[in-house]
């Protein structure tokens, strides 16, 4: 067993290697891939393949700066600390908010998504006694395992990530002897706004790697792991989302009008057993990134509270467990409440856009960060170094561009309170300090 390594944070470097890139496939693969592929055939036909390979070019220019931009941290914070330490304060608080924000709002969205999913095999889960019950004991029980340590966390997302990829590996591997050739014969172009729309789709099912870096706090050698986990990561991810899109093609006639793509397909070939596995893979997938959310979110908080932005409070760590309980709590309460509510569904419109500001915000780091000698060296270099993190940041932009007035309007409402949350922890500090004079 390897020695405990204890942090000036208070927590325990518990993550390995293979666990981060675990948990990096973990925090990309959810619930899209069940039901993106009907939706980006609907939009292409066959051409959706091209797509789906576009879209991982321009996601891994992304990811190289992230790589190099981790490679010099090694405290909690993923997109929160690289901001604020290159931007200042304020952009980091910035950062740190909305990226906590779509954590809470994505688990809302996922943990209702769960109990629907659940209500195939058991209807009588959608029932509102039931389904609080689900609910409130799907949170509790994820709470409780990050509360009581890092590595149990771990082991739990190791399991799950196995449990998500089996399935869908299995779907490619058995699927593609089954698959038709005709299918691949494209009936027309599709038009340029089609191809952009499923970009879109595409881009947001391979995001969701920077949930990963947030708890580098508690990884073992961080600088040297993060970039070999994200990249290894996206090595896995890459190939499985175009195999699944090409049996889904190859075997299933009338793809772009099924609700349940890769659950039809499989009951082609593989019949109701096929259309089983499926759907209890849709269900660990989803638990899976529920406990990466709640792994992430919370430690969004914990390096605010230890600059100084949020209250102390936040900060603490468990006595025996070492892990940011506190903020543990807090961060499930309020997915907790989110979910119940049912009020998720306006504000899981901002999360798109908000997690491209996150990006944005690392891209640019990258040269910044270069030209700076007061910040540890990269201990991985991005190929092209700023012309990736411009090429990057050219494709966020564009992204950004596609974004509607509402979701915009949404986006700047969350940063307006913000920057309330920001000025009124600046006040009361300033307060505090004048009654200790």
Not at 13 to 39: E, K
Not at 359 to 386: E, K, N
Not at 390 to 397: D, E, G, Q, R, T
């Amino acid at each position: 067993m390897p020695a405990i390594d204890r942090t000036d944070e208070g927590l325990i470097r518990g993550i390995g290697r293979g666990s981060l890139v675990a948990l990096f496939i973990n925090s990309v693969i959810g619930a899209g891939i069940f039901g993106l592929p009907s939706r980006v055939h609907e939009l292409l036909g066959p051409y959706a393949l091209l797509a789906y390979l576009a879209c991982a070019a321009l996601v891994v220019l992304i990811v190289l700066c992230f790589a190099e931009v981790g490679s010099r941290f090694e405290r909690t914070g993923g997109p929160y600390l690289y901001a604020r330490a290159t931007f200042g304060p304020v952009v980091g608080f910035q950062v740190g908010w909305l990226v906590w924000l779509t954590r809470v709002t994505a688990f809302a969205a996922l943990c209702n998504l769960l109990v629907e999913y659940l209500a195939h095999f058991w209807p009588a889960a959608l029932s509102p006694l039931w389904r609080t019950m689900l609910v409130i004991g799907a949170v509790g029980l994820i709470a409780a395992v990050n509360i009581r340590g890092v590595r149990p966390a771990a082991f739990v997302a190791n399991a799950f990530t196995i449990g998500k990829l089996v399935p869908l590996v299995l779907f490619v591997a058995v699927g593609l002897f089954f698959i038709d050739p005709a299918a691949y014969a494209p009936k027309a172009t599709p038009a340029r706004a089609d191809f952009s729309a499923a970009m879109l789709l595409l881009v947001f099912a391979f995001t969701g790697f920077e949930t990963a870096t947030v708890p580098v706090g508690e990884v073992r050698d961080p600088r040297r792991n993060l970039p070999f986990a994200v990249l290894a990561a996206m090595a896995v991810i890459v190939p499985v989302y175009i195999g699944v899109q090409a049996v889904c093609i190859g075997t299933l006639p009338g793809l772009a009008d099924s609700s349940r793509p890769l659950a039809d397909a499989a009951a082609r070939f593989a019949g109701s057993f096929g259309a089983a596995a499926i759907a209890v893979g849709a269900l660990v997938s989803i638990a899976g990134t529920l406990n990466g959310l709640v792994l992430a979110a919370p430690r969004i908080l914990f390096a605010m509270a230890e600059q100084g932005q949020l209250p102390r409070a936040l900060a603490s760590t468990h006595a025996r467990f070492h892990t940011p309980h506190v903020a543990i709590a807090v961060s499930s309460a309020c997915m907790l409440a989110l979910t119940l509510s049912g009020s998720f569904l306006s504000a899981v419109a901002i999360s798109t856009l908000t997690r491209l500001l996150a990006y944005a915000a690392t891209c640019a780091a990258l040269p910044v960060l270069r030209r700076r000698d007061d910040i540890a060296p990269a201990l991985f270099r991005a190929p092209g170094g700023a012309l990736t993190a411009a090429v990057a940041l050219a494709v966020i932009a564009w992204l950004l561009a596609q974004g509607s007035a509402q979701e915009a309007r949404d986006v700047a409402i969350a940063m307006a309170l913000g920057f309330v949350l920001l000025f009124s922890m600046r006040r009361t500090r300033a307060a505090a300090g004048e009654a200790g004079r």
